[in-house]
Protein backbone atom coordinates (compact mmCIF):
# COMPACT_ATOMS: atom_id res chain seq x y z
CA UNK A 1 0.00 0.00 0.00
CA UNK A 2 1.01 3.76 -1.14
CA UNK A 3 2.25 6.10 1.80
CA UNK A 4 0.83 8.60 -0.32
CA UNK A 5 -3.00 8.01 -1.82
CA UNK A 6 -4.89 10.30 -4.42
CA UNK A 7 -8.05 10.42 -5.66
CA UNK A 8 -9.38 10.13 -7.94
CA UNK A 9 -7.27 8.64 -10.82
CA UNK A 10 -8.61 10.24 -13.80
CA UNK A 11 -10.99 12.93 -13.95
CA UNK A 12 -13.05 14.60 -16.49
CA UNK A 13 -14.37 17.76 -16.20
CA UNK A 14 -16.44 20.35 -18.20
CA UNK A 15 -14.86 24.48 -18.49
CA UNK A 16 -16.01 26.11 -15.29
CA UNK A 17 -16.36 23.10 -13.95
CA UNK A 18 -15.51 23.27 -9.20
CA UNK A 19 -12.43 20.65 -9.16
CA UNK A 20 -11.16 18.66 -6.35
CA UNK A 21 -8.26 16.11 -5.72
CA UNK A 22 -7.98 14.51 -2.38
CA UNK A 23 -4.98 12.93 -0.73
CA UNK A 24 -4.30 10.81 2.14
CA UNK A 25 -1.53 9.87 3.84
CA UNK A 26 -0.23 7.44 6.63
CA UNK A 27 1.68 8.80 9.05
CA UNK A 28 2.42 12.13 10.43
CA UNK A 29 4.67 14.90 8.07
CA UNK A 30 6.89 17.38 8.24
CA UNK A 31 4.95 19.17 4.75
CA UNK A 32 2.66 17.91 2.20
CA UNK A 33 3.50 19.46 -1.17
CA UNK A 34 1.37 20.07 -4.38
CA UNK A 35 2.58 19.79 -7.89
CA UNK A 36 1.42 20.19 -11.37
CA UNK A 37 3.80 17.86 -14.63
CA UNK A 38 2.36 18.86 -18.04
CA UNK A 39 2.58 16.12 -20.48
CA UNK A 40 6.28 15.82 -21.92
CA UNK A 41 7.00 18.48 -19.24
CA UNK A 42 8.79 19.09 -16.01
CA UNK A 43 7.41 19.25 -12.72
CA UNK A 44 5.88 22.52 -11.54
CA UNK A 45 5.62 23.12 -7.57
CA UNK A 46 2.00 24.67 -7.06
CA UNK A 47 2.27 24.46 -3.10
CA UNK A 48 3.94 23.40 0.21
CA UNK A 49 1.67 23.08 3.21
CA UNK A 50 2.13 22.07 6.50
CA UNK A 51 -1.30 23.10 8.05
CA UNK A 52 -4.16 25.33 6.97
CA UNK A 53 -4.79 26.77 3.71
CA UNK A 54 -3.33 28.51 0.96
CA UNK A 55 -4.57 29.91 -2.34
CA UNK A 56 -3.03 30.92 -5.53
CA UNK A 57 -4.96 32.42 -7.88
CA UNK A 58 -7.62 29.78 -8.94
CA UNK A 59 -6.06 26.92 -6.80
CA UNK A 60 -6.67 26.61 -3.36
CA UNK A 61 -5.16 23.47 -1.20
CA UNK A 62 -6.05 22.53 2.53
CA UNK A 63 -4.79 20.49 4.99
CA UNK A 64 -6.30 18.45 8.03
CA UNK A 65 -3.20 17.64 9.96
CA UNK A 66 -5.70 15.16 12.23
CA UNK A 67 -7.31 13.54 9.42
CA UNK A 68 -4.05 13.12 7.41
CA UNK A 69 -5.85 14.23 4.11
CA UNK A 70 -5.06 17.37 1.87
CA UNK A 71 -7.29 18.67 -0.58
CA UNK A 72 -6.30 20.40 -4.11
CA UNK A 73 -9.58 22.49 -5.38
CA UNK A 74 -9.77 24.72 -8.48
CA UNK A 75 -11.78 27.08 -9.28
CA UNK A 76 -13.66 28.13 -12.80
CA UNK A 77 -11.55 25.19 -14.57
CA UNK A 78 -9.70 25.81 -17.41
CA UNK A 79 -8.67 23.21 -20.45
CA UNK A 80 -4.74 24.83 -20.03
CA UNK A 81 -5.47 23.74 -16.10
CA UNK A 82 -5.61 19.97 -17.88
CA UNK A 83 -2.36 18.15 -16.48
CA UNK A 84 -1.25 15.84 -13.71
CA UNK A 85 -1.35 16.59 -10.20
CA UNK A 86 0.94 14.81 -7.84
CA UNK A 87 0.50 14.74 -3.72
CA UNK A 88 3.84 14.51 -2.10
CA UNK A 89 4.71 14.43 1.75
CA UNK A 90 8.51 14.83 3.55
CA UNK A 91 8.61 13.09 6.60
CA UNK A 92 11.76 15.52 7.85
CA UNK A 93 12.44 18.11 5.45
CA UNK A 94 13.97 15.54 2.91
CA UNK A 95 12.74 13.82 -0.10
CA UNK A 96 9.51 13.87 -1.01
CA UNK A 97 7.13 10.32 -1.09
CA UNK A 98 4.46 11.17 -4.51
CA UNK A 99 1.35 9.77 -4.91
CA UNK A 100 0.58 8.06 -8.35
CA UNK A 101 -1.17 11.12 -9.52
CA UNK A 102 -4.42 12.41 -10.45
CA UNK A 103 -5.20 12.81 -14.72
CA UNK A 104 -6.74 16.02 -15.11
CA UNK A 105 -8.30 16.92 -18.17
CA UNK A 106 -10.78 20.02 -18.67
CA UNK A 107 -12.90 20.25 -22.02
CA UNK A 108 -14.32 22.85 -23.48
CA UNK B 1 17.39 33.08 -12.97
CA UNK B 2 17.70 29.79 -14.97
CA UNK B 3 16.01 26.66 -13.61
CA UNK B 4 17.36 23.42 -13.25
CA UNK B 5 18.62 21.53 -16.17
CA UNK B 6 19.02 18.36 -17.32
CA UNK B 7 20.82 16.63 -20.25
CA UNK B 8 20.40 14.70 -22.47
CA UNK B 9 16.69 15.28 -22.32
CA UNK B 10 16.17 12.03 -24.24
CA UNK B 11 18.53 8.68 -24.30
CA UNK B 12 18.09 5.98 -26.27
CA UNK B 13 20.21 3.01 -24.71
CA UNK B 14 20.90 -0.73 -25.76
CA UNK B 15 20.49 -3.56 -23.30
CA UNK B 16 24.19 -3.55 -21.50
CA UNK B 17 25.19 -0.23 -22.42
CA UNK B 18 26.24 2.61 -19.59
CA UNK B 19 24.59 5.56 -19.32
CA UNK B 20 25.88 8.93 -17.73
CA UNK B 21 22.75 11.73 -16.65
CA UNK B 22 23.60 15.15 -16.18
CA UNK B 23 21.45 17.55 -13.76
CA UNK B 24 22.92 21.44 -13.98
CA UNK B 25 20.82 22.47 -10.33
CA UNK B 26 19.68 26.10 -9.40
CA UNK B 27 22.84 27.81 -8.51
CA UNK B 28 23.60 27.96 -4.90
CA UNK B 29 21.51 25.18 -4.35
CA UNK B 30 22.53 22.92 -1.21
CA UNK B 31 20.29 20.34 -1.95
CA UNK B 32 20.17 17.76 -4.87
CA UNK B 33 17.61 15.10 -5.32
CA UNK B 34 17.41 12.42 -7.73
CA UNK B 35 13.87 10.64 -8.52
CA UNK B 36 13.11 7.88 -10.81
CA UNK B 37 9.33 8.49 -12.79
CA UNK B 38 8.05 5.48 -14.52
CA UNK B 39 5.49 5.41 -16.56
CA UNK B 40 2.14 5.70 -15.60
CA UNK B 41 3.55 6.71 -11.82
CA UNK B 42 4.48 8.93 -9.58
CA UNK B 43 8.39 9.81 -8.96
CA UNK B 44 10.32 7.73 -6.58
CA UNK B 45 13.24 8.69 -4.46
CA UNK B 46 16.77 7.75 -5.57
CA UNK B 47 19.22 9.53 -4.21
CA UNK B 48 20.17 12.68 -2.19
CA UNK B 49 23.35 15.11 -1.70
CA UNK B 50 23.70 18.01 0.61
CA UNK B 51 26.80 19.98 -1.04
CA UNK B 52 28.94 17.49 -1.99
CA UNK B 53 27.97 14.88 0.28
CA UNK B 54 25.51 12.22 -0.37
CA UNK B 55 23.39 11.92 2.38
CA UNK B 56 20.94 9.24 1.34
CA UNK B 57 21.22 6.56 -1.29
CA UNK B 58 18.58 4.24 0.01
CA UNK B 59 16.44 4.58 -3.13
CA UNK B 60 18.69 3.24 -5.60
CA UNK B 61 17.75 0.12 -7.15
CA UNK B 62 20.69 -1.57 -7.25
CA UNK B 63 24.75 -1.03 -6.86
CA UNK B 64 24.39 -0.78 -11.36
CA UNK B 65 23.23 2.53 -9.96
CA UNK B 66 25.71 5.55 -8.83
CA UNK B 67 25.26 9.23 -8.21
CA UNK B 68 28.22 11.71 -7.65
CA UNK B 69 28.31 15.72 -7.14
CA UNK B 70 32.25 16.06 -6.44
CA UNK B 71 31.93 19.91 -6.59
CA UNK B 72 28.97 20.51 -5.23
CA UNK B 73 26.97 21.65 -7.81
CA UNK B 74 26.25 19.82 -11.01
CA UNK B 75 25.51 15.91 -10.58
CA UNK B 76 25.45 13.00 -12.70
CA UNK B 77 23.78 9.85 -12.11
CA UNK B 78 25.21 6.83 -13.95
CA UNK B 79 24.05 3.48 -14.61
CA UNK B 80 25.76 0.32 -15.29
CA UNK B 81 24.66 -2.72 -17.27
CA UNK B 82 21.51 -0.83 -18.46
CA UNK B 83 18.15 -2.71 -18.36
CA UNK B 84 14.71 -2.53 -20.19
CA UNK B 85 13.43 -2.43 -16.09
CA UNK B 86 15.33 0.81 -16.11
CA UNK B 87 13.39 2.80 -18.50
CA UNK B 88 12.09 5.57 -16.82
CA UNK B 89 11.68 9.40 -16.36
CA UNK B 90 14.80 10.40 -14.54
CA UNK B 91 14.32 13.50 -12.65
CA UNK B 92 16.22 15.82 -10.66
CA UNK B 93 15.13 18.94 -7.99
CA UNK B 94 17.29 21.10 -5.90
CA UNK B 95 16.43 23.22 -3.08
CA UNK B 96 17.90 26.48 -1.55
CA UNK B 97 17.98 24.82 2.15
CA UNK B 98 19.48 22.17 4.07
CA UNK B 99 17.26 18.79 4.49
CA UNK B 100 15.34 19.10 7.81
CA UNK B 101 14.58 22.83 7.16
CA UNK B 102 10.86 23.25 7.78
CA UNK B 103 10.30 25.66 4.34
CA UNK B 104 11.74 23.31 1.45
CA UNK B 105 10.47 23.64 -1.91
CA UNK B 106 12.16 21.99 -4.61
CA UNK B 107 12.92 23.19 -7.90
CA UNK B 108 12.59 20.27 -10.78
CA UNK B 109 14.14 19.59 -13.99
CA UNK B 110 12.80 19.01 -17.26
CA UNK B 111 13.93 15.03 -16.31
CA UNK B 112 15.40 12.80 -18.46
CA UNK B 113 13.46 10.56 -20.48
CA UNK B 114 15.75 6.96 -20.59
CA UNK B 115 14.68 4.23 -23.23
CA UNK B 116 16.36 0.67 -23.13
CA UNK B 117 15.90 -1.30 -25.54
Known amino acids: KNEVEQSPQNLTAQEGEFITINCSYS?????LHWLQQHPGGGIVSLFM???GKKKHGRLIATINIQEKHSSLHITASHPRDSAVYIC??????????FGAGTILRVKS | GAGVSQSPRYKVAKRGQDVALRCDPI?????LFWYQQALGQGPEFLTY????????KSGLPSDRFFAERPEGSVSTLKIQRTQQEDSAVYLC???????????????FGPGTRLTVL
Open chain 1, 49 to 51: LSS
Open chain 1, 88 to 97: AVSYDGNKLV
Open chain 2, 49 to 56: FQNEAQLD
Open chain 2, 93 to 107: ASSPFLAGASTDTQY
Open chain 2, 27 to 31: SGHVS
Open chain 1, 27 to 31: VGISA
